[in-house]
C-alpha cells in the first residue's frame, strides 16, 4: 500500500515528528549497536549470565543416595464435568396483581408491584383462648410491630403473651421488636416467681435489641414493650414505653393496667387533662424504650386478678389511639364481639378491622386472652 | 473484566395522587482496561480489550483542508493529527480522511477504501502522508462521516470505531438536509468527538453531529492548542475499553417514560435514541466507557396508587454484551407525610437546574444571533441566576464575557456591546458540561 521508495525513511527535517523505533531499520553499526539492542531484545539475558556459574556449584548427582522414584504420573481419563446448566429461572413467586413473577428483590416485572411481606399481617393463636392479630395499618410502609403468644390447651388457665412496638425513627426496629418480643416469651414462659420472671424478660428483650443493633450505637434500634402472664386467677404485667395492657371483664369496670412511659402520661401526672395530653404534638414521644440507648430496662410490673370472665388485651398505640379509655376500648370490644363472635382470633381481627377503619395511622396489634371462663372449653358464651 | 456500580439519588415518596418520579442513577465503570498491542488481546494478534467484550478498534482521523484552513491551518491540523498517531497503540486499526467538499484518503494510501494496522513502520508512513494536505475546495461534513463509515466497514473484526474531527468552518457544500441523510446512514456505526477551530464554525450544527454519534464537542481557540486536545482525544479513546454498551430503562405495565437524560460528565437527551428492548424496556446505546461515572436522570410517569400503597418506578440497568452488569432500582410510595413527600433529592434539583441552565444559554445565545435582545437578556439572565444558584462557576465566568451582571440572585444583566465571538461560541460549546453535586 505504501509507497516503498518513501518506505525506510531517511532523516528529513520537513518530516512530521518521526515516530519511537524509526531508526531500526538502519543498519547498525556492528558493535556499537549491540549493547543498546540487547537488553531490550532479551531480558532473560541478565539472569542466565549468573545463572552459569552457580550451576557449576550444584551438587554432585546422586551424592545424597539415589533419587527418589519419580511418582508414577497420573493418567488423564479425558472425562469433563457435565457442561455447567443454565442458571435455573428462580421462582420468586407470582404477582397477585397482574400475575407476573416477582424479581429477586420482591418487586413484580410486570406491574412493578412489592411482594407482600409476611411481616404485614401476623396471626397467631396458640390456644382457643389466646390469640392476636399484629398488622401494618392503613398508612406505614412496614410494620415495625411485633408479638409473641404462648398457651397450650394442655396447661389451661396459663398464657404469655408479648407485644412490642418498634420506634420507626429508627432503622431496623422491625427486626428488634420481633427478637424482643420473642426474647422475652422465652423467659416468660418458665417458672418461678412472675415479677423476677418480667425483669429477666425485659433484660433478654433488651439484650436482642442490642444484638440488631450491633456496632451502631446512634440511630440504634429499639421497641416498646408490654407483657403478661396468666396463671390461673392472677395476671402480672410488665411494660415499658407506650404498649398498654387492660383488663376488660364481661361485668364489671374494665381497667387500664400499665402506665405510659410517655410525655402525655407525664402530663397528665402534671395535672393535663387525659384527653387533651394524648392529643397533643409530644403524646407519642415515649421517656422509656427497649435498646442500646435506654436509660434502664426495669419494667413497670402489677399483678392484677383474672378470675372473673374477661378479656386480658395487649395492644400497641395502633389500636388504642382510637379508644384510649377503658371504658370505650371495652365498649368497641363489645360491639365488634357481637358481630364477630367472642372467640379469641375473629375478636382480635376484628379489632384490627376496627383501628384500620379508624384510619390505621399505625401498626396494630391486639392480643387477647380469655379469663375467668369454664377452663375445659376456653371459650365464652 | 470491567465492573460496574450504580446508586439511586431519590426521593420515592409521592403524594396522594403523585404520578412522576424522578431519579438519578449513577453508573461508575472500573477496570475498564485500555487497549492492548498486538498479541496482547489472546490469539487475535490485534488490539483488543482485557476488560471489554473483545474484537478489534479502529480509529479514523478526520481533517478539515478547505481552503479556509489555509496553508498554515493545514500545517497545524497535520501537526496535530501526528500526535494523535503516537496516542494509537500498535495493533489498532487506523485511517486518515481529508476533508473539504469532498473526503480523500490520505492514510493508507491506496486506490480503493481501507483501513492499516498500527505499527512503527505504518504509523511513520502515516505522518509522511500527512505531508501531502493542501488546503483548497469547500465544507461537507457530511461525505466526510460516510467515507468513514465506508472505511470502518472494511474491517469486519472492529467492535470499537471511533473518528475525530477537525473542523473551521460551515457546512457550506451541504443542505442540513443531505447532512442529515448522513447522519442517518452512518448513526450506530461509530463514535465521533468533533473539535471546531477559531470561530468560523456553527455549534449546533457540529453539536448535531457529536450527539447523532455519541461524542463530545469542543471548541479549539487557536491553532497552538490543536496538537495537545487530539493527543489527548485519542488517548482518552485509547481507555475507553468497554463497548457495545447499552443503558436500558424499565417502566412498569401502564407506565409512562417522560424522559432519559445524561446528565454528567455532559447533558444529552437521551430520549430520542430509545430502541425497543421488549414491551417495557428501551434500549439507549452509550458508547465506549473508560474508568469513568455518568449519572442519568430518569422521570416516570405512574398510575397513582392508595397511600401507603408502593410500585417499582423504573429498573436501570448498564448492559453489556447483553449482560446487565448493574442495576438501580428507582422506587415509589405514595404518602400522606407532607415532610416526606415535599422533600426534593438534592441531585434531582442540581442536574434540573443545570439541564435548565443549558438550555436557557442556548435559547439566549440564539435569540442574541437573531437580534432579539429583549429574549436574549432575560434568557441569559435566568442562565447567570442557575449558574449562581447550582454553583457553576465556569458557567457564571464564561456568561461575564458574554453579558455584564447586575445582581446574579435575581438574574438582571446586561448585553455586551463588544463580545469576542470565541467567547459567545465557548459559551455554547460549554453549555453542555454539567458539574456534579458538591457535597453538602
Redesign the interface.
Known amino acids: ?3 516503498p521508495t ?2 525506510p ?1 531517511p532523516d528529513d527535517p ?9 531508526g ?1 531499520t538502519e543498519a547498525p553499526a556492528p558493535g556499537a549497536e549491540q549493547p543498546e539492542a540487547e537488553p531490550g531484545a532479551d531480558a532473560a539475558q541478565p539472569e542466565a549470565a549468573p545463572a552459569e556459574p552457580a550451576a557449576e556449584e550444584e551438587p554432585e548427582p546422586f551424592s545424597d543416595g539415589p533419587p527418589p522414584l519419580p511418582e508414577p504420573m497420573l493418567v488423564l481419563d479425558g472425562a469433563l464435568p457435565p457442561a455447567a446448566a443454565a442458571a435455573p429461572e428462580v421462582d420468586h413467586g407470582t404477582c397477585t396483581s ?1 400475575g407476573g413473577g416477582f424479581d429477586e ?1 420482591g ?2 416485572t ?5 411482594r407482600p411481606d409476611p411481616r404485614h399481617h401476623v396471626t397467631s393463636a396458640p390456644s382457643a383462648s389466646v390469640a392476636g392479630v399484629c398488622d401494618r ?5 412496614d410494620n415495625e410491630d411485633a408479638m409473641a403468644l404462648w398457651a397450650d390447651d394442655g396447661q389451661p388457665g396459663r398464657a404469655v403473651l408479648v407485644v412490642c412496638d418498634g420506634v420507626s425513627s429508627a432503622p431496623r426496629s422491625a427486626e428488634a421488636s420481633l427478637a424482643a418480643a420473642e426474647a422475652a416469651l422465652e423467659q416468660l414462659r418458665g417458672s418461678g416467681d412472675p415479677e423476677q420472671r418480667h425483669d429477666r424478660a425485659a433484660r433478654a428483650a433488651a439484650d436482642a435489641v442490642a444484638a440488631v443493633a450491633g456496632e451502631s450505637h446512634r440511630d440504634a434500634p429499639s421497641c416498646t414493650y408490654v407483657s403478661a402472664v396468666v396463671e390461673d386467677d392472677r395476671a402480672s404485667v410488665a411494660s415499658i414505653g407506650d404498649s398498654r395492657a387492660y383488663w376488660l371483664p364481661d361485668d364489671g369496670e374494665p381497667q387500664r393496667l400499665t402506665s405510659d412511659d410517655s410525655m402525655a402520661e407525664e402530663q397528665v401526672r402534671a395535672g393535663i387533662p387525659r384527653a387533651e395530653a394524648e392529643a397533643g404534638p409530644l403524646a407519642h414521644t415515649i421517656t422509656r424504650w427497649l435498646g442500646p440507648d435506654s436509660p434502664d430496662h426495669r419494667p413497670g410490673t402489677t399483678v392484677h386478678d383474672v378470675a372473673a370472665p374477661g378479656w386480658l388485651l395487649l395492644a400497641s398505640d395502633g389500636l388504642w389511639n382510637y379508644a384510649s379509655d377503658p371504658a370505650d376500648l371495652a365498649a368497641v370490644v363489645r360491639s365488634v364481639g357481637s358481630r364477630v363472635g367472642h372467640s379469641p382470633a375473629p375478636l382480635a381481627q376484628g379489632l384490627v378491622d376496627w383501628a384500620n377503619e379508624q384510619g390505621g395511622a399505625d401498626n396494630i396489634t391486639v392480643a387477647l386472652a380469655r379469663c375467668g371462663d369454664a377452663r375445659q372449653d376456653g371459650t365464652h358464651g | 473484566m470491567a465492573e460496574f456500580t450504580s446508586t439511586v439519588h431519590q426521593n420515592e415518596f409521592l403524594p396522594d395522587g403523585g404520578t412522576d418520579v424522578h431519579a438519578i442513577v449513577s453508573v461508575t465503570c472500573s477496570g475498564a482496561g485500555e487497549v492492548v498491542a498486538w498479541g496482547g488481546s489472546g490469539g487475535t494478534g490485534g488490539a483488543g480489550y482485557p476488560g471489554g467484550s473483545g474484537g478489534d478498534a479502529g480509529e479514523v482521523i478526520i481533517v478539515d483542508v478547505s481552503g479556509s484552513m489555509d496553508v498554515q491551518g493545514v500545517q497545524a491540523a497535520a501537526y496535530a493529527a501526528s500526535a494523535a498517531l503516537d496516542e494509537i497503540v500498535d495493533g489498532v486499526w487506523f485511517a486518515i480522511v481529508a476533508g473539504n467538499h469532498e473526503a480523500a484518503l490520505c492514510y493508507p494510501t491506496g486506490t480503493s477504501a481501507a483501513m492499516a494496522r498500527m505499527s512503527a513502520q505504518t504509523r511513520l508512513e502515516a505522518k509522511r502522508s500527512l505531508q501531502r494536505l493542501a488546503p483548497g475546495g469547500g465544507t461537507a461534513m457530511g461525505r466526510w462521516l460516510l467515507a468513514a463509515g465506508q472505511l470502518f466497514a472494511t474491517v469486519p473484526s472492529l467492535s470499537k470505531r471511533h473518528a475525530i474531527l477537525l473542523t473551521d468552518g460551515a457546512n457550506q457544500h451541504e443542505t442540513p438536509q443531505e447532512l442529515s441523510w448522513a447522519l442517518d446512514q452512518v448513526r450506530g456505526r461509530f463514535q465521533v468527538d468533533c473539535r471546531g477551530l477559531g470561530a468560523a464554525w456553527q455549534v449546533a450544527e457540529v453539536r448535531r453531529i457529536a450527539e447523532t454519534l455519541l461524542g463530545s464537542v469542543d471548541l479549539i481557540r487557536t491553532w497552538d492548542g490543536l496538537s495537545e486536545d487530539f493527543a489527548a482525544l485519542m488517548a482518552s479513546s485509547m481507555g475507553k475499553g468497554v463497548s457495545d454498551a447499552q443503558l436500558r430503562v424499565w417502566a412498569p405495565q401502564g407506565a409512562e417514560v417522560l424522559f432519559v437524560k445524561q446528565v454528567s460528565p455532559t447533558l444529552e437527551d437521551l430520549s430520542g435514541r430509545r430502541v425497543e428492548v421488549n414491551a417495557l424496556t428501551g434500549g439507549y446505546d452509550t458508547g465506549a466507557w473508560g474508568d469513568e461515572t455518568r449519572d442519568y436522570h430518569v422521570a416516570v410517569r405512574l398510575a397513582p396508587k392508595a397511600v401507603g400503597q408502593e410500585q417499582l418506578a423504573s429498573r436501570v440497568q448498564l448492559v453489556v454484551g447483553g449482560e446487565v452488569r448493574t442495576q438501580g432500582l428507582v422506587k415509589a410510595a405514595w404518602s400522606s407525610d407532607d415532610v416526606l413527600t415535599a422533600q426534593i433529592s438534592p441531585e434531582v434539583a442540581h442536574y434540573t437546574g443545570q439541564t435548565e441552565l443549558a438550555s436557557a444559554i442556548q435559547e439566549g445565545l440564539r435569540a442574541k444571533a437573531m437580534g432579539d435582545d429583549v429574549t436574549a437578556t432575560s434568557r441569559l439572565g435566568r442562565a447567570v441566576q442557575l449558574a449562581r444558584e447550582t454553583g457553576d462557576d465556569g458557567a457564571t465566568s464564561r456568561l461575564s464575557r458574554v453579558v455584564d451582571i447586575d445582581d446574579a440572585a435575581t438574574g438582571r444583566v446586561r448585553l455586551r456591546r463588544h463580545v469576542d465571538k470565541l467567547d459567545e461560541m465557548e459559551l455554547d460549546t460549554a453549555s453542555t458540561k454539567t458539574t456534579r453535586v458538591r457535597p453538602s
Open positions: 500500500m505504501s509507497d518513501t518506505a525513511l520537513t518530516a512530521p515528528i518521526p515516530a519511537p523505533g524509526s531500526r397482574c428483590e418487586w413484580c410486570q406491574c412493578g408491584e412489592r395499618g392503613r398508612r406505614h410502609r
